[in-house]
């Protein structure tokens, strides 16, 4: 069995496959001040109580003073060989960019899954604290994209650069018009980002010169999607661990 971790700015992901089936899933915060042993513990028990017997793990991670951490972590407590993705490893796509080196580790795998599982032009769509756009050629290039700020990360900004705006929890909501300041702040954030989503995609495509298939992942993808002019063509909450699963098949 295979231990996968997607270790972003705000969760840390931890999945098992077995095979290519995805068993178990588990999602913690991404703590910097949590040792080494702390996050090892939390992963020994988990894997002890679901009675897994692991072989191998992969990690991608965007928090530089947690890779080290999670790495030493499942080495020290699972024993288990580690492999910690990054643009040099073997990914079954091209990074076509201006300097690879930047491409974050989440982004990568959300690549390679989309042209190993999709085999299409394609756009994915990452809702985490940021929202991410990855372009995929048929031919597996990644081609660049977009980076815009989160559905959370813009939560936020009302009340930390507000004095009047209230802290708001983020859900549905039915209507674009609001009715009182917190149905006008759900709509600017839930019906603003699926008009930018649409408009966003279209642009693409347009520059391109040809369609792509969308594919959603991240935890906001099925609010947003009921809110899209053009729906996603493939909403898959495990995108990125599907990714380092097959970065690992190619890495063996």
């Not at 095979?19 to 913690?28: A, K």
């Not at 972590?73 to 288990?80: F, Q």
């Not at 080196?101 to 599982?117: K, M």
């Not at 495509?205 to 594919?215: K, N, R």
């Amino acid at each position: 069995m295979l231990l996968v971790a997607d270790i972003g700015n705000t969760n840390i992901t931890v999945g098992v496959f077995d095979g290519e089936i995805l068993v178990n899933t588990w999602n913690l915060s991404s703590d910097k001040n949590k040792t080494e042993d702390e996050y090892g513990i939390f992963l020994k028990n988990i894997i002890d109580i679901a009675n897994l017997n692991l072989k191998s793990s992969v990690i991608a991670s965007v928090v530089l003073p947690l890779t080290e951490k999670f790495k030493i972590a499942v080495e020290k407590y699972l024993k288990i060989p580690v492999l910690v993705i990054s643009h040099k490893t073997k990914n079954g796509i091209v990074l076509d960019v201006e300097n690879p080196r930047e491409v974050g580790c989440d982004r990568i795998a959300n690549a390679s899954a989309a042209y190993n599982l999709y085999k299409t032009p394609a756009v994915v769509v990452d809702f985490g604290t940021a929202t991410n756009f990855d372009v995929i050629t048929a031919d597996g290039k990644f081609t660049g994209g977009i980076i815009s700020p989160g559905i959370k990360m813009s939560s936020e900004a009302f009340s930390h650069f507000t004095n009047l705006l209230p802290k708001l929890k983020i859900e549905d909501i039915n209507s674009v018009v609001g009715k009182n300041t917190v149905e006008n702040m759900l709509s600017g954030i839930i019906i603003g980002h699926a008009a930018m989503i649409d408009g966003l995609i279209q642009r693409i495509e347009e520059e391109l010169g040809q369609s792509v298939s969308t594919i959603s992942t991240g935890g906001y993808s099925s609010m947003i999607n009921s809110h899209l002019k053009r729906p996603f063509d493939h909403i898959n909450p495990f995108l990125t661990l599907e990714g380092l699963r097959i970065i690992h098949e190619l890495n063996k």
